[in-house]
C-alpha cells in the first residue's frame, strides 16, 4: 500500500521525504472539506519539485459559469501531469472525455462510494480509481476489493466529513447571537454527546467528527488484500508528531500509532443506518 498525505502546513517536501508516497492537494476554489487549498500555480511547483505522486482533489458541485473555468484548469493539470484527480461533479468526467483530456480520474463520492457495483460502473467509463467511504464496515471493504479491478484509496488517520452544506451557517449563526464570527468552532450534539468540527469558507460549511477515525488495526489486513493507497491527514498535528506518525505507519508500529491517533475504528464493525445501498 502506498501512503499519501493531506498536509495544513508548508512543510510538504520534508514529509514526502519521511516515508510518504505522495500527497493530496484540494484545488482552491474546486474543492471542500479541506482546511488549507492549492492555487495551480502552488501544484506546478510541488511537481517540479518532487517526482513523487501528487493527486488533487476537485469535490465541489460545478455550476454553470464555472464550466468553462474548469476545463481550463483541467487542461493545466494534464500539463503539469498530476498523477491522478479526485472528482465528485461528472462535470468533470464530461469535460475530461468531450475534451480528451489525459488525466487518470478517480471517484470520490464521499458517502456514495459504498458497493462495487458503483466502482464497477465508473471503471468501465474509464475511471480507474475510486476513494472508499467511511461509512463501510471492514468485510464490505474486502468484498470490494475482491470485485473491482479499481484502484482503491481509503482514509487511515484522519476527521471524517460527516456533512457539507452550501449555506453560510456559521455566518447565520453569529448573526443571530450578535458575536463575532469564527471560521472555525466546535460543537457538542446533545443527544449523542459526540462533538463535531464546523467549519465554513467561501464554498459553504462542513461538519467533521472530532475524534480522528484510525484504521491502524486493520491496516495489515488492508495491505494483504489488495487496498492499493491509504491516506494519512495531518489535522492538528504539529511537524514533528505528523512525521512520527508517518514513520509509525512506514515501519507499521500500531501501539505508536495508536497512542499518537487514538483507536475510533468507525464503522468497522457496525453497519451504519444512513449509508446509500
Known amino acids: 500500500m502506498k501512503l499519501l498525505g493531506v498536509i495544513r502546513d508548508n512543510n510538504y517536501l520534508e514529509y514526502l521525504d519521511n516515508g510518504l508516497d505522495g500527497i493530496v492537494l484540494p484545488l482552491e476554489n474546486f474543492s471542500v472539506d479541506y482546511f488549507k487549498y492549492y492555487s495551480i500555480s502552488d501544484i506546478r511547483e510541488c511537481r517540479k519539485s518532487t517526482d513523487k505522486l501528487l493527486y488533487v482533489v476537485i469535490n465541489k458541485m460545478i455550476f454553470n459559469n464555472e464550466l468553462d473555468n ?3 484548469v483541467l487542461k493545466e493539470l494534464e500539463s503539469i501531469k498530476i498523477d491522478g484527480v479526485f472528482f465528485y461533479d ?8 468531450e475534451n480528451k483530456i489525459n488525466i487518470n480520474l478517480l471517484y470520490n463520492g464521499t458517502h456514495m462510494v459504498t458497493n462495487s457495483d458503483t466502482i464497477n460502473l465508473y471503471y468501465d467509463l474509464g475511471v480507474k480509481g475510486a476513494y472508499l467511504s467511511n461509512e463501510i464496515t471492514k468485510d464490505e471493504v474486502l468484498n470490494i ?5 479499481s484502484d482503491l484509496f481509503i482514509l487511515l488517520l484522519g476527521n471524517p466529513v460527516v456533512a457539507m452544506s452550501r449555506r453560510n ?5 453569529f448573526a443571530n447571537k450578535n458575536k463575532s464570527k469564527s471560521e472555525i468552532i ?18 459553504g460549511t462542513t461538519f467533521f467528527y472530532n475524534r480522528r477515525l484510525n484504521l491502524s488495526n486493520v491496516f495489515k489486513e488492508l495491505v494483504e488484500c489488495g487496498i492499493n493507497y491509504g491516506i494519512i491527514e495531518q489535522g492538528d498535528y504539529n511537524s514533528d ?9 512506514v515501519s507499521f508500529n500500531k501501539l505508536k500509532i495508536d497512542e499518537l491517533a487514538g483507536r475510533n475504528r468507525g ?4 453497519e451504519t443506518i444512513y449509508k446509500v445501498k
Open 169 to 173: 451557517l456559521l455566518t447565520s449563526y
Open 267 to 270: 464503522f468497522l464493525y457496525r
Open 70 to 72: 474548469l476545463l481550463s
Open 90 to 97: 461528472l462535470a468533470v468526467l464530461n469535460l475530461v472525455k
Open 241 to 249: 508528531e505528523y512525521k512520527e506518525l508517518i514513520k509509525a505507519y
Open 145 to 149: 476489493r475482491h470485485n473491482t479491478k
Open 186 to 203: 466546535t460543537i457538542k450534539e446533545p443527544k449523542s454527546g459526540q462533538e463535531f468540527i464546523v467549519k465554513e469558507d467561501s464554498n
